[in-house]
């Protein structure tokens, strides 16, 4: 039996485009005529959230993963908020200073859990705070598709100003589209120089209220509890310009914020639930994984029987660990949370083969004569400012007709999980000069398939640039 893509596009009531953009993804180029049998059909239609059957009658049926509710109003939620910045400019100071005005922990006796994610209820309103700082959990979730985050707070030590991170984490906001809260911190400083800050800022496009611009600017200090409470105001301003708004009454979805093997009670995620009510009890699909709720517990370490829009919980009961950054979508039943992670499962696998083929030097050559690439990105990593400036001119030279060569990013010191996340999202090639990735990042290379290497001598880069581009890179294994 067998279904058009423009039928199974209708009866999920998407475009035919949007499906055979899907199928792309999945390898398979299609027409809106084009017949596809039920094992396609179905991993296309579970990415619509729609499950595909074949009846009594050998028709096949297409089912909602999450049938349209009634009735449901959709109600201002909290907002969730990841803290960026420059490495040392207080991060990690500013999300424990603002755990500490949690009324409600207080109460508790402030007994805290670290489960990946945090919310705090200040006077002025509750947030939700991602409390894996850093930059690497921001673009990790984004290039699976995953936006959990709703405000950046943008940290920044007033004695030191702009630094690379900071630009970084200037770029991540932006692309993904999500306002910035500056926090000025360590104000506490007798160099301390905010003005310069927002100077520096402001060539950014940060321009602080006060100059007429519409970034909201926060003195604080993590270290004299300083602004912390005008800070948490401030992103309740920021959060009621973007309206945030879920329907508490629907089937819960979400978006795994980290995941792990635990031992004694098995897999664990921490779900932060964007979409409905989770709860104690729900069949759930997780990534590739299903399950059933066995228990909720909170960032306090308290059981909870149910958790709402912007909550995050820890989830009990998956049948494996799901990544970071996965969907988690509440279903009618155990079947077919069972059928939705197989399907998954075997649609993984076909993209893991597809992906054997990401680019990389051995495989260069094929791909210009597939004329699958047209530039050949390189993320550059070296000891020092000179290798960086001589490699990347050298290297664009060898651009030809067919292949241009570019060098994406460039930085000193030792390769980072976060430019394995780059290549692997971009599709570049890592070449480091005098510096060799940790095993850590090493092994994250080996599973995103991203092309690392490591040279002594510019020039022997170089040649193996050139040879791969005509087909004589002796393989290395
Ligand atoms: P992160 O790397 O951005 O997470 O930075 P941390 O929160 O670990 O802070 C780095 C250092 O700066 C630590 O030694 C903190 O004690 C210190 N620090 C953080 N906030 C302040 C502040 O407001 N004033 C001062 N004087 N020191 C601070």
């Not at 958790?307 to 989830?315: Q, T």
């Amino acid at each position: 039996e067998t279904i058009t893509v423009g039928d199974l596009a209708k009866r999920m009531g998407v475009k035919a485009s949007e499906v055979i953009a899907q199928l792309m993804g999945l390898g398979v180029m299609a027409t809106v005529n084009q017949a596809l049998d039920v094992d396609t059909a179905t991993l296309v239609a579970a990415d619509f959230g729609y499950e595909v059957e074949q009846g009594m009658t050998e028709e096949i049926e297409i089912m909602q993963l999450q049938e349209q509710e009634e009735g449901g109003e959709e109600q201002p939620r909290p907002p969730v908020v990841t803290v960026m910045g420059h490495v040392d400019h207080g991060k990690t100071s500013i999300l424990d200073a603002i755990r500490k005005t949690d009324v409600a922990s207080g109460e508790a006796g402030g007994i805290t859990q670290h489960i990946g994610a945090y919310h705090v209820q200040a006077s002025s309103g509750g947030v939700t705070f991602v409390d894996t700082p850093g930059h690497a959990a921001f673009t990790e979730m984004r290039s699976r598709g995953a936006q959990v985050t709703d405000i950046v707070v943008l940290v920044v030590a007033a004695d030191d100003g702009v630094m690379d991170q900071t630009r970084e984490a200037i770029a991540h906001a932006k692309a993904a589209g999500v306002p910035i809260v500056v926090a000025v911190n360590k104000i506490d400083k007798d160099n301390a120089d905010p003005e310069r800050v927002k100077r520096e800022l402001g060539e950014f496009g940060l321009i602080p209220e006060e100059w007429g611009g519409d970034t909201i600017y926060c003195e604080t200090s993590a270290k004299r509890n300083i602004g912390i409470d005008e800070l948490l105001e401030n992103i309740q301003l920021q959060a009621e310009i973007l309206e945030l708004k879920a329907d508490p009454s629907r089937k819960a979805r979400g978006t795994v914020i980290e995941a792990q093997l635990h031992k004694g009670r098995g897999p664990v995620a921490t779900v932060l639930v964007q979409e409905g009510t989770l709860r104690v009890g729900d069949y759930f699909v997780a990534g590739l994984y299903s399950g059933k709720v066995r228990s909720l517990t909170n960032d306090r370490g308290e059981q909870v029987r149910e958790a709402g829009p912007a909550m995050p919980v820890e989830v009990q009961g998956l049948s494996g660990v799901p990544s970071a950054g996965d969907e988690f979508v509440v279903v009618k039943d155990e079947k077919m949370a069972k059928s939705v992670s197989a399907s998954r499962q075997l649609k993984a696998r076909e993209t893991e083969l597809a992906s054997a083929s990401k680019v990389s030097l051995d495989n260069l050559f094929e791909k210009i004569a597939e004329q699958e690439v047209k530039e050949l990105r390189i993320i550059l990593r070296a000891d020092v400012q000179g290798t960086l400036e001589a490699f990347g001119q050298a290297a664009e030279k060898l651009s030809t007709d067919e292949i241009r060569v570019r060098v994406l990013h460039e930085g000193t010191g030792s390769i980072t999980e976060n430019d394995i996340h780059l290549a692997a999202a971009s599709d570049a090639i890592i070449i480091g000069f005098n510096v060799r990735p940790t095993v850590k990042v090493k092994e994250l290379a080996e599973r995103e398939q991203v092309d690392v290497r490591s040279y002594d001598v510019i020039y022997h880069a170089l040649e193996d640039i050139q040879k791969a581009m005509v087909g004589m890179l002796e393989p290395t294994y």
